[in-house]
């Protein structure tokens, strides 16, 4: 994966992760938010419930009686209140009163009364005259059993004579929070959702859809429905095409100068040649220097003229989206065509090339582009392999898929730039001479590749060379 493709899924990865992380500490939180918003409440209904017994009870043991009718008849109620997303039908308050010793004289439960509840901590703080609240397990093997408490202090002629403590089950708000959880994560689907398609509408703006829309009839019309799985194989191809024109026209500015320093660089080094020998020239010297200058010279423009042929090339390649010339192949021929074409560099440097093909593999593509594709392999072999050596070409069909590998036997790729081959402009050190090339051969290859809707690799064989392979979809093969 290239160093673009990367930044641009990267930006992408770290939004995912980003709204995630929001969304996934805002989804913790809301447990001891709703458990806040239930205590402020709690402490409001203590409260007044606190003062409804100083203000109409002379005696607090008086109380109960009133408290009891009261809680009977509220727990004897049945309505319906439809709370957002979840539905109430009874009350599920609990509360106790105790006298300053913290003996427990009223409980709505009626299971607590005559307890002694001084240890407890709503009803210790608040005799103590501090605030008191305390959430409790009633059933130890039941985590959903557990019930706030808020205590609030009876008063009498500025004595604090009682507690009463107002309690509701936590579960009671789990639902709340289950439902919000819900709306939350929809929030956040949505959200996710609707940057994908910002970034399609972004990338069909960005890619011009018109040009975009034209390649998609013209794959229509030319396949029709007659071959369907060809016909989406040749629609994704163009898609990538899309994303890579999307990919590149956000990159923007950073990627024209980064293209430009590397083009630059690539320049400098001929011309600082051409100019050295030109200057050279000017002076008097013998025929045999002068002779070998001019060389120099012939030999730097050629290098010139072979990027600027590749750049062009390569240039080409990248703005189209589909293969205008789409034709039924036998990757026999095409390999045949190949190696006929690089054999007399071959049997200049003494290389033997092995021509191995399994079977009859058939492919839909480009004859000119896919044999130009085996031709850079095969140079690029060529220029890594000893005097004497020799090169293997395989062609399989692997599954649907045919493999067309070339194979030298030089002294391989440095770990270090395996992962960079296929940039534009890198190249490595020629064995034989120590010269580098444009660096545009196997990008060259890779985008061929691509537009066929398929991939190029390169790797190291362990038994010494490398191995450079094109995997495109096959058409049909049969196998001898």
């Not at 890579?244 to 001929?270: C, F, N």
């Not at 060259?444 to 495109?472: C, D, K, M, T, Y």
Request: hydrophobic fraction near 45%; avoid cysteine.
């Amino acid at each position: 994966m290239s160093r673009r493709n990367r930044i641009f899924l990267g930006i992408l990865a770290l939004f995912a992760v980003v709204v995630s992380v929001l969304l996934y500490r805002v989804a913790g939180d809301l447990d001891t938010r709703y458990r806040e918003s239930a205590e402020e409440s709690l402490v409001d209904t203590a409260h007044l419930l606190a003062a409804f017994i100083e203000t109409d009870m002379r005696e607090l043991n008086a109380a109960p009686q009133h408290l009891r009718a009261a809680f009977d008849n509220a727990y004897r109620r049945r309505f319906e209140a439809r709370i957002f997303g979840i539905t109430k039908r009874r009350v599920d308050l609990h509360v106790y009163l105790t006298d300053a010793n913290g003996k427990v004289i009223f409980d709505s439960a009626g299971r607590a009364e005559g307890e002694d509840y001084r240890a407890w901590r709503d009803v210790h703080k608040v005799l103590a005259g501090e605030y008191g609240a305390r959430t409790t397990q009633i059933d130890p093997d039941k985590p959903d059993s557990a019930v706030m408490y808020v205590g609030a202090p009876i008063r009498a002629n500025d004595r604090i004579v009682g507690v009463i403590s107002v309690g509701k089950p936590v579960a009671s708000h789990r639902e709340l929070v289950a439902t919000a959880r819900e709306k939350l994560l929809s929030v956040g689907i949505i959200t996710l959702s609707a940057f994908v398609l910002l970034l399609l509408v972004v990338s069909v703006w960005l890619a011009r859809p018109f040009g975009l829309t034209a390649d998609l009839l013209r794959l229509v019309r030319q396949e029709g429905v007659r071959h369907p799985r060809r016909l989406l194989r040749r629609l994704a191809t163009v898609l990538r095409a899309a994303y890579a024109d999307m990919r590149d026209a956000l990159a923007g500015r950073s990627y024209t100068e980064e293209y430009v320093q590397t083009l630059t660089h690539e320049l400098k080094s001929p011309l600082t040649a051409i100019r050295g020998a030109a200057e050279l020239l000017q002076e008097d010297m013998p025929p045999e220097q002068r002779r070998r200058f001019a060389g120099n010279i012939r030999e730097q423009v050629q290098r010139l003229q072979n990027l600027a042929d590749r750049l062009l090339e390569l240039a080409s390649l990248e703005k189209r989206r589909t293969v205008d010339d789409v034709q039924a192949l036998d990757i026999g021929d095409v390999v045949r065509e190949a190696v006929t074409a690089v054999e007399p560099a071959a049997q200049h440097k003494k290389v033997t090339l092995q021509t191995h093909i399994t079977g009859a593999v058939r492919l839909e593509g480009d004859p000119f582009l896919l044999r130009q594709a085996l031709i850079n392999l095969l140079a690029n072999a060529l220029d890594y392999s000893p005097a004497g050596g020799t090169i293997h070409l395989h062609a399989q069909l692997t599954g649907r898929r045919a493999e067309i590998s070339v194979r030298d036997h030089g002294p391989g790729i440095p770990d270090y730039a395996l992962d960079r081959v296929f940039e534009r402009f890198y190249s490595l050190q020629r064995p034989n001479n120590g010269k580098k090339s444009t660096g545009l051969g196997l990008a060259f290859v890779r985008e061929i590749a691509h537009l066929h809707g398929g991939q190029a690799h390169i790797a190291n064989h362990p038994e010494g060379g490398a191995v450079a392979s094109i995997i495109l979809p096959a058409a049909g093969a049969t196998t001898k």
